[in-house]
């Protein structure tokens, strides 16, 4: 017997993009839960043929994970700016930026690949 009811999230109408957004963030969450379930599964056992069974549907998983990430882009602007903008602040954060820096991505600040932050000074930088 099936576990989800098949008609539980019937409306009565056809969802608007910020709701189908909201749907869809949920079904990325089932995406990855299963991702870490079959991974478990995967570390759980040595029989060869469940292992690739489990990886090629964890991989499947994978990619339905990433393809519903690209329709939220397009279903909720404010994501699809975040998106835009998380790029050039993992650049910072990992480089070490101070967080006004991070933080003016977006904000008017200027965007990584303009920013000359961190400055490496090298023995270049002290000639005339
Ligand atoms: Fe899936």
């Known amino acids: 017997m099936p576990q989800t ?5 019937l409306t009565p109408r056809k969802l608007t993009d910020s709701e189908l957004a909201r749907s869809i963030r949920l079904n990325i969450e089932a995406e990855l839960d299963a991702i870490n379930l079959y991974a478990a599964h995967l570390d759980a056992t040595d029989n060869p043929e469940a292992k690739a069974i489990l990886q090629h549907v964890m991989d499947e998983e994978r990619e339905h ?10 279903l909720d602007p404010a994501q699809a700016q975040h998106d835009r903008e998380a790029s050039a602040k993992y650049q910072l954060i990992t480089r070490g930026a101070s967080h006004e820096a991070v933080e003016a991505v977006g904000e008017g600040g200027a965007p990584a690949e303009e920013s000359n932050f961190p400055k490496r000074f090298t023995v270049g930088n002290l000639r005339p």
């Open 65 to 74: 994970a990433a393809l519903f990430w690209q329709l939220i882009a397009r």
């Open 5 to 9: 009811n098949p008609f539980h999230s």
